[in-house]
């Protein structure tokens, strides 16, 4: 990474990724958007169970949304529910548990939901993961790009079909500002070659997911794609994966649910849906998915390769 990115993205976050940021940006914000019932429509969130999934499910839940919380760990799951019920009195809410790292698994899990029910109006990748040395999965691929980027494609080409028979549908996943610092690289997905640094892969994975996106939303017309940057938050994924950021940030980390919010608008305000598919969003609003003369920039080659890689690896190890 340059530093010219590093600082450009720095001042960036500190301008706007901030709570101050949220709480400036808020002032535009128009209240009547989130002013609406979802009874009747089903939302998938991955790693509900908390920060910024859990508020997000919090938050639709109390907006009468039927919550699906796909997440790792049972027990924190459905500690989890429990909270969301108990506060929001909507006991629509159901605990899957699914670990995005196995590949197989995904495939499986996708595949029973969509036998088991019949519809699916918004899918949430939210779940993601930031891993402190390179390790592989049971299926020999690394682990945070089974998690972070094949996870996130299997599950959502997977439940389109689903997607797609149901009214309204949404696809809305959460990246972050790191990608900002990252251009596309397709040639080591894997993270094979040189030094292992875990919060510059994740940031890689983020930049994928907003090419993902993209794609996607080309694709499949129908339904309507997003892809957004929460801000620097104050999640247990922060605390855990990067402690020094987190200890000199810490008073200027946002709450998760100022994090959710612009997660809650994408799923259930009318606003939203008025805005073109595929685009990258930052409170509630359009924003560019890079800094001002990074060379971050990919070409349509480069984008097409990410795709049909994750085609191909998706094909690998889909049950027959």
């Not at 976050?13 to 009747?40: H, I, M, P």
Request: proline fraction near 3%; charged fraction near 25%; aromatic fraction near 8%.
């Amino acid at each position: 990474m340059s530093l010219y990115r590093n600082s450009a993205w720095f001042l960036k976050g500190v301008t706007e990724f901030t709570r101050n940021a949220f709480l400036s940006a808020s002032k535009r914000f128009v209240e009547k958007d989130l002013e609406v019932s979802v009874a009747g429509r089903s939302f998938m969130i991955t790693g509900a169970n908390s920060g910024i999934g859990k508020a997000t499910a919090m938050a639709i839940a109390k907006r009468g949304g039927t919550i699906h919380m796909v997440c790792r760990n049972k027990d924190k799951a459905e500690e989890a529910r429990a909270d969301i019920v108990k506060e929001t009195g909507n006991k629509e809410v159901y605990v899957h548990i699914l670990d995005l790292s196995e590949t197989k698994k995904v495939w499986e899990f996708a595949e029973g939901f969509k036998r088991k029910y019949k519809s699916l109006n918004v899918l949430i990748n939210n779940a993601g993961a930031i891993m402190s040395q390179r390790d592989l999965n049971a299926e020999g691929l690394e682990k945070s790009f089974a998690i972070n980027v094949l996870g996130v494609y299997i599950l959502t080409k997977s439940l389109i079909p689903l997607l797609e028979k149901s009214t309204d549908p949404r696809v809305i996943t959460v990246s972050s500002g790191g990608m900002l610092v990252q251009k596309l690289r397709t040639g080591n997905l894997q993270s094979e070659r040189g030094r292992y640094d875990g919060t510059m892969v994740y940031a890689q994975h983020k930049r994928q997911q907003v090419v993902m996106t993209e794609q996607l939303a080309k694709t499949h017309t129908s339904i309507h794609f997003s892809v957004m940057h929460p801000g620097w938050v104050d999640t247990p994924a922060v605390s855990n994966a990067m402690p020094d950021f987190h200890r000199s940030m810490k008073d200027s980390l946002r709450t998760p649910e100022q994090g959710a919010d612009t997660v809650v608008w994408l799923a259930v305000s009318e606003a939203a849906t008025k805005t073109p598919s595929g685009c990258f969003y930052q409170d509630r609003k359009m924003v560019s998915t890079h800094l001002p003369l990074a060379w971050t920039h990919s070409s349509p080659l480069e984008e097409q390769k990410l795709m049909s890689v994750l085609e191909d690896l998706a094909k690998t190890f889909q049950p027959h």
